[in-house]
């Protein structure tokens, strides 16, 4: 019997299982290799993320980091990508790399350094979500390390401001869209009808892009044109995690359909309960109806005062 697995991640809203990346990345590998995870989401009743989000656990082992934890998920028996050629292995760490390089600086651009995006959404969500004190701090020690990658990568000659380093990955973003689009094309998937390791990278990247509300979202309208990438987020949200387009979960009409079929019992019950009444009733000896007493009008008839009273 495998042992059990736990993972630790942020968790979702406007749709989705999760807002942060690498936690999408591997809730969409795990349910694309039937990898049996136990997913506890961090909240205020959760204790304060240290270090390195997503997490897994199994018996002794922490593992941290997606390829780290795609990993050990392969050797545990859940693999993705058992079906792919040595070719097809080569193209999805190509892709990948291309994911991390031109899409990722853009995605934590969006999140963590637009003043705007950053103020109006991405602070006060994850900041919902950490216990006081560490929720007035740890959203701030997340935007600055987002900028400082940003940086590492992209702030060296010849781009020395930060304005003409937003413009250029803003750039390379747009360009890494247009080829993922190109790359997958008409199908389901990117290798085909099934899902591998590098759908579960290109989802985990691009559905939050896609799906949060972000007052600033020069991305996001840049995805909005390139319906198949749209239209491979929905798919994996309504096929893998059971959720519609709109964001509505078929898990709360289930709750609903529950709630009614409890309802519906606790009606027939009733029922029941009444026609079994009803049949002692019509077992019970019955009695003639009673008649009512005539009644008569007092002495000076209609024309009297109304005050008069009725007398038998």
């Known amino acids: 019997m495998a042992a059990p697995m736990e993972l630790s991640c942020w968790g979702g809203d406007w749709g989705l299982p999760s807002l942060h990346p690498e936690s999408l990345t591997v809730m969409a590998y795990a349910k694309f290799s039937g990898a049996p995870l136990t997913v506890n989401t961090i909240n205020n009743s959760w204790r304060a993320p240290k270090g390195d989000v997503p997490v897994l ?32 292995g080569a193209d999805t760490l190509a892709y990948i790399a291309l994911l991390e390089e031109k899409l990722l600086p853009a995605l934590l651009h969006t999140f963590w350094v637009e003043a705007e995006n950053y103020c109006s ?41 930060l304005t003409e380093v937003e413009a250029q990955i803003y750039r390379d973003a ?3 869209l247009n080829l993922l689009s190109k790359r997958l094309g008409t199908s389901q998937f990117f290798f085909g009808d ?28 840049h995805l909005r044109q390139l319906p198949n990438l749209c239209r491979f987020c929905d798919d994996i949200l309504s096929c893998y995690f059971r959720l519609t387009v709109s964001g509505h979960s078929p898990a709360g009409q289930d709750t609903a359909d529950a709630n009614l079929q409890k309802l519906t019992q606790l009606v027939n019950k009733e029922s029941n309960l009444i026609e079994k009444m009803d049949d002692n009733l019509r077992k019970s000896p019955q009695h003639p109806p009673r008649k009512l007493t005539t009644l008569k009008l007092a002495a000076g008839g209609e024309g009297s005062s109304p005050l008069n009273r009725l007398s038998p």
Do not use: H
């Open 57 to 88: 656990i199994s018996e002794d082992t922490v593992i941290s980091q997606p390829a780290k934890i795609l990993n050990f998920l392969r050797k545990q028996k859940y693999n993705a990508d058992y079906e792919l050629s040595a070719k097809q």
């Open 121 to 161: 959404v991405t602070k006060p969500w994850f900041a919902s979500r950490i216990a006081f004190p560490l929720s007035l701090y740890m959203p701030g020690k997340m935007s600055r390390e987002a900028l400082n990658r940003i940086l590492l990568t992209r702030g060296g000659p010849p781009l020395y401001s």
């Open 174 to 176: 747009k360009e890494c």
């Open 194 to 221: 099934t899902p591998t390791t590098l759908d579960a990278f290109v989802f985990g990247f691009l559905a939050p892009i896609y799906k949060v509300c972000f007052p600033r979202v020069q991305l996001q309208e």
